[in-house]
């Protein structure tokens, strides 16, 4: 009886800690790639060093709860190269329990939206609020084939904008100074890609399953599922 109740807290223990496994979180140093006017919109003085301190801390407080952070490193394209967008020896250059987050991140214009508002007499009001647009892509490494390969696991256009709100008869848009914007939509969009969002588990349980691999780093589930994108 003994030895059964032993083999029994062996396998929920085993059971467990596969568990914890899955969504164990990978150590990683995170590679950006953006133009100088995104660092420079993250101060008033838009001074670029201190700009990249600056979004560097966004990745630090938004992406902590997927990866186990050991650096943020800006990154430039090789504008030389045919076949490779990156330098591999820059991004390979970091401690082997690591593996590079690589995030593309590219504002690519501005629009406009309309909100409506309706007072207690039943008339309407419309004010126009600016929305940036933005590129995002993200790339994970992998420590297993031994080609340093980058595998693309996000991809997406993105929309973001202020809020606007009403103050009596008038209508106003919060924070729409050209560089607050971007700085704001920005920062947006890497506090939300940094949150655990994924599909409906029971209604998309594969779909779940892929992302929460992507979500934490689990770059062997990627090498066996995923093509390679360099």
């Known amino acids: 009886m003994k030895r ?9 223990i085993l059971s ?3 568990t914890v496994m899955a969504n164990e979180k ?7 790639c953006v133009d100088d006017t995104i660092l420079q919109a993250q101060n008033s003085k838009e001074d670029v060093e201190k700009g990249k301190v600056e979004f560097e801390k966004a990745f630090l407080d938004n992406f902590d709860k997927r990866f186990d952070i050991n650096g943020v490193k800006r990154i430039h394209k090789i504008e030389t190269s045919a076949d490779l967008k990156y330098d591999r020896d ?3 250059n970091i401690p082997a329990n690591q593996v590079p987050v690589l995030v593309e991140l590219k504002v690519t214009g501005l629009g406009t939206e309309t909100d409506t508002y309706q007072n207690a007499f039943g ?5 126009t609020v600016p929305n940036v647009n933005i590129h995002y ?4 490494g992998e420590r297993i084939t031994g080609h340093r390969y980058m595998f693309q ?7 973001y904008r202020p809020q606007s709100y009403a103050l009596g008869r008038d209508l106003y848009v919060a924070n729409k100074d050209d560089r607050t914007l971007v700085k704001n939509c920005v ?15 029971y209604a998309y349980p594969d779909k779940y399953e892929r992302y929460s691999h992507i979500y934490y780093g689990d770059y062997k589930y990627i090498v066996e599922h995923m093509q390679n994108k360099p």
């Open 4 to 12: 059964i109740v032993l083999l029994f807290l062996s396998l929920l």
């Open 16 to 18: 467990l800690s596969g």
């Open 26 to 32: 990978q150590a990683v140093t995170i590679f950006y």
């Open 90 to 92: 820059q991004l390979y």
């Open 123 to 127: 008339a309407k009001s419309n004010i």
């Open 137 to 140: 892509t993200e790339y994970l």
């Open 153 to 159: 696991t996000f991809d997406g256009d993105f929309s």
């Open 187 to 201: 920062r947006g969009l890497i506090r939300d890609i940094g949150k655990f969002n994924p599909p409906n588990k």
